[in-house]
């Protein structure tokens, strides 16, 4: 579902990504872990194109994101984003924020989308909040909201970046929940996240980075128990003690 062969990614003189080749197969879970300023957001960044690359070659389900005359919209819908900030717009009701992409990008009738926008409120629980605007729910509940979004446009792949970073302890769970049910329903999910619980119980691999490479991947059992690289062990024991 994802290819990324050979990427080099720059800002200005900085490497930000060191050679990558890195594939996730349709229906995997992939958890992507490491040191802060390793790369992970870049790299994410990169698979729906909020980043150009130097070089190599990005392929989301067969389309290649860097062609020319790719459609950066389709790019989008195809790989939808989960921010760390929910980045919803202020402005529009929760239904709004959920109904516009559909109408605006994907030219979706305003009825259906917003009958869409309700089932999938109804799914991550927050339905009665419709017509709220952002402002009034908590960070918990604009993730979920976010979600709900991302959901709306039928992405093949979803991308998290530190989905939970942000919020109070008490408002983690839920969140975790509702990407768990993706989870189970066979979506193709790329999440950088420091949850190592949840990454244990839903990840089908860890990707460990550091400085701009990736350094192992294994699944969640070898890289808890039997990290190999330095790094992965110093990075382990600094967060589990943490
Ligand atoms: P992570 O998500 O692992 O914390 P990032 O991908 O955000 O790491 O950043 C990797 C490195 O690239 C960091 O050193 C960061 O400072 C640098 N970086 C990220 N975005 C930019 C940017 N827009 N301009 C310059 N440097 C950047
Ligand atoms: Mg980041």
């Known amino acids: 579902m994802i290819l990324m062969e050979g990427v080099q990614k720059y800002y ?8 990558i080749d890195f594939q996730v197969r349709r229906g995997e879970i992939v958890v992507v872990c490491g040191p802060s300023g390793s790369g992970k ?10 980043e150009e690359i130097d070089e190599g070659r990005i392929e989301v389900d067969g389309m290649d994101l ?6 950066i919209n389709k790019i989008r819908a195809e790989a939808g984003m989960v921010f760390q900030h929910f980045n919803l717009f202020p402005h529009l009701t929760i239904l709004e924020n959920i109904t516009i992409a559909q109408t605006k990008v994907k030219g979706v009738p305003k009825k259906s989308a917003e009958e869409k926008a309700m089932a999938l409120l109804e799914r991550v629980g927050l339905a009665h909040k419709a017509h709220d605007y952002p402002g009034a729910l908590s960070g918990g509940q604009k993730q979920r909201v976010a979600i709900a979004r991302t959901l709306a446009m039928e992405p093949k792949v979803i ?23 993706l989870a189970k329903e066979n979506y193709t999910i790329v999440c950088v ?8 119980e839903v990840g089908d691999r860890i990707v460990f980075m550091d400085e701009g490479e990736i350094i192992e991947e294994d699944s969640p059992e070898e890289f808890f128990q039997r990290p190999k690289s330095e790094r992965a062990k110093k990075f382990l024991k600094e967060i589990l003690t943490h």
């Not at 957001?41 to 909020?50: A, E, V």
């Not at 860097?66 to 459609?71: E, L, N, S, V």
């Open 12 to 19: 200005g003189d900085f490497h930000a990504l060191k050679n």
């Open 41 to 50: 957001s870049t790299l994410i960044r990169c698979i729906n194109r909020l």
């Open 66 to 71: 860097y062609a020319k005359g790719t459609d």
């Open 159 to 181: 991308l998290f970046d530190e989905p939970t970073s942000a919020l109070d302890p008490e408002m983690i769970g839920g969140v975790l929940d509702v990407m768990r049910s």
């Open 193 to 200: 996240t420091h949850e190592m619980g949840f990454a244990r």
